[in-house]
């Protein structure tokens, strides 16, 4: 079973930028494809970001297309959100997540493992 664990959230202007983490353990994590969701206070969880085991696939919510970025790195097993331009409405609990590398373009369905969130502020 793999274990996710995120970091990297904080408090930050409108403007700024946060970059997250999300460290995986306990299976090959290039067999993994991998994916960021948020829920803000009062909402459901929304997909952010999606990116496929070898990298070279990725999603985005229109939300955020053109202002955040999805990376891996499979020596470090780790996958990184890469969020410019913050917003006020970007304010959530970020969950990284995983599921078994699955062929053709990666999607924001079936994701099964899940982290324990990270919390991002955005004041304006």
């Known amino acids: 079973q793999v274990q996710l664990v995120e970091s990297g959230g904080g408090l930050v202007q409108a403007g700024g930028s946060l970059r997250l983490s999300c460290a995986a353990s306990?299976?090959?994590?290039?067999?993994?494809?991998m994916g960021w969701f948020r829920q803000a206070p009062g909402k459901e969880r929304e997909f952010v970001a999606a990116?496929?085991?070898?990298?070279?696939?990725?999603y985005y919510a229109d939300s955020v297309k053109g202002r955040f970025r999805i990376s891996r790195d499979n020596v470090k097993s780790t996958a990184y959100l890469q969020m410019n331009n913050l917003k006020p409405e970007d304010t959530a609990v970020y969950y990284c997540?995983?599921?078994?590398?699955?062929?053709?373009?990666?999607?924001?369905?079936?994701?099964?493992?899940w982290g324990q969130g990270t919390q991002v502020t955005v004041s304006s």
């Open positions: 997540a995983a599921r078994a590398a699955q062929t053709g373009r990666v999607t924001p369905n079936e994701y099964d493992v």
């Open positions: 306990g299976r090959t994590f290039s067999r993994l494809d």
């Open positions: 990116i496929s085991w070898s990298g070279g696939n990725t």
